[in-house]
């Protein structure tokens, strides 16, 4: 035989015997189990004591009498009284045996109401199937109980019996049915709350991340641009010894230094007054300011733009920010020449197209994170357009060309971008 121990935190849920290799694993009673076991037992005890019992001695369906045989049923139905939440069934089969053989003797109150409790507790506590089976027989029995003895006495106090049948036996089984109803009607609405709950988290949660994305793609769009015309006018005036192009580079690096400031603190602003969008959003009015700057920054870019007047407020700035980032990465990684902007305006969509030339450098101007094409994708995508980006072949050589197209006629006003 091998010896086996059972792990502390299960010790006060079951106690184990184990044979061999086989564990059979009996169910500690509950405390209010134990509890109704033993008034039950007490008051019947007391109850024989005090020669009390439900029939006389001399009833004809007595057939042991005195009151200690009593005292059988009476421990049995106890005994099943601990198993009435582990084993419903159970106890309810051998309890039906013990208020029968209850029948044969004097009798006992407290049996009774034992047995009244294991039919309650089969319904609350057995399995569905059988909480079912219970109410159908015992509804059965009643009936039986009221109209067989009815039918062969044919005296009106014959009825009694079925009266009782229907206290000890249905009562008791209805009570536990409607219990039941109620405590998985209240488990449902837990769960509901639960799972509501949850939901609302993992909304919470897919806003919070959403709105870091959008305020990221916002601080990288709106500095990047400047920082970026930093970098490479300050390598230029360390690399190159000459005054006036250094103090060139530098009025670039202050006008930049200034403007990315500003647009710092009015995102800075926005965060600290909890407002989810920006007191002035960009729109496509400002592209030519845009390349304005771009033009101080030392590119050669052009405008050329054909857009109706009442475009929505998100396409404006998803626009607005793919052609600023566009022409950030051109300031760091173009080769010299010519940079295009193209917006046309057409069949439902606004398309975006800027071009730059594409060649063999040493590295870029300013240091890049790749940042900028996943936040011009995700704008597009936001708005359900389509973006690419990479080098083309055109009649003026091979070139980077970065193209979106955002929808117009399906966006609204409170789309995010």
């Known amino acids: 035989m091998q010896s086996r121990t059972v792990p502390g935190d299960q010790a006060g849920a079951a106690r184990a015997v184990f044979h061999g290799d086989m564990a059979v694993r009996l169910p500690r009673p509950h405390r209010f189990d134990v509890y109704i076991a033993a008034g039950g037992l007490l008051g019947g005890l007391l109850l024989v004591l005090a020669g009390l019992g439900t029939r006389r001695s001399d009833d004809p369906i007595t057939l042991f009498?005195?009151?200690?045989?009593?005292?059988?049923?009476?421990?049995?139905?106890?005994?099943?009284?601990?198993?009435?939440?582990?084993?419903?069934?159970?106890?309810?089969?051998?309890?039906t045996v013990a208020i029968c053989a209850d029948l044969v003797t004097q009798g006992s109150l407290a049996s009774v109401l034992m047995f009244t409790d294991l039919v309650y507790a089969a319904v609350l506590y057995g399995p569905l199937a059988s909480a079912r089976r219970i109410q159908w027989?015992?509804?059965?029995?009643?009936?039986?109980?009221?109209?067989?003895?009815?039918?062969?006495?044919?005296?009106?106090?014959?009825?009694?019996?079925?009266?009782?049948?229907?206290?000890?036996?249905?009562?008791?089984?209805?009570?536990?049915?409607?219990?039941?109803?109620?405590?998985?009607?209240a488990e449902a609405a837990r769960l509901r709350a639960e799972q509501t709950a949850l939901l609302a988290e993992m909304d919470r949660t897919q806003a919070v991340v959403a709105e870091r994305a959008r305020m990221a793609r916002e601080l990288h769009d709106m500095v990047a641009n400047h920082l970026s015309a930093i970098a490479?006018?300050?390598?230029?005036?360390?690399?190159?010894?000459?005054?006036?192009?250094?103090?060139?580079?530098?009025?670039?690096?202050?006008?930049?230094?200034?403007?990315?400031?500003?647009?710092?603190?009015?995102?800075i602003g926005i965060l600290r007054e909890g407002d989810g969008a920006p007191s002035a959003v960009p729109t496509l009015d400002g592209l030519a300011v845009l390349v304005d700057d771009a033009h101080a920054n030392g590119l050669d870019v052009t405008l050329e733009a054909e857009h109706g007047t009442t475009l929505p407020a998100p396409v404006e700035l998803a626009a607005y920010r793919i052609v600023q980032e566009s022409l950030t990465n051109a300031l760091k990684h173009a080769c010299p020449g010519r940079v295009t902007v193209l917006l046309r305006q057409a069949d439902g969509s606004l398309a975006i197209a800027v071009t730059s030339p594409y060649g063999d450098r040493d590295g870029p101007s300013a240091p890049g994170s790749g940042a900028g094409l996943v936040g011009m994708r995700e704008r597009a995508a936001l708005l359900g357009g389509t973006f690419e980006s990479g080098p083309e072949s055109s009649a003026n050589g091979k070139i980077w060309a970065v193209r979106a197209a955002l929808p117009v006629a399906d966006v609204t006003e409170g789309d995010p971008a």
């Not at 009498?65 to 106890?78: I, N, Q, S």
């Not at 067989?148 to 206290?167: D, Q």
């Not at 005036?237 to 006008?255: K, W, Y």
């Open 137 to 185: 027989i015992t509804g059965l029995l009643t009936v039986a109980g009221t109209l067989v003895p009815f039918a062969v006495w044919r005296v009106p106090e014959a009825l009694l019996i079925g009266v009782v049948v229907g206290v000890v036996a249905y009562a008791p089984a209805a009570t536990g049915w409607i219990v039941r109803n109620h405590r998985d009607a």
């Open 65 to 95: 009498d005195g009151p200690w045989p009593v005292l059988v049923p009476l421990t049995v139905l106890a005994g099943c009284e601990l198993l009435r939440r582990t084993a419903p069934r159970t106890a309810l089969l051998t309890g």
């Open 232 to 267: 490479i006018h300050s390598t230029a005036a360390l690399s190159l010894d000459d005054p006036e192009t250094s103090r060139q580079a530098l009025g670039v690096i202050r006008e930049n230094s200034v403007k990315g400031l500003e647009e710092m603190r009015r995102l």
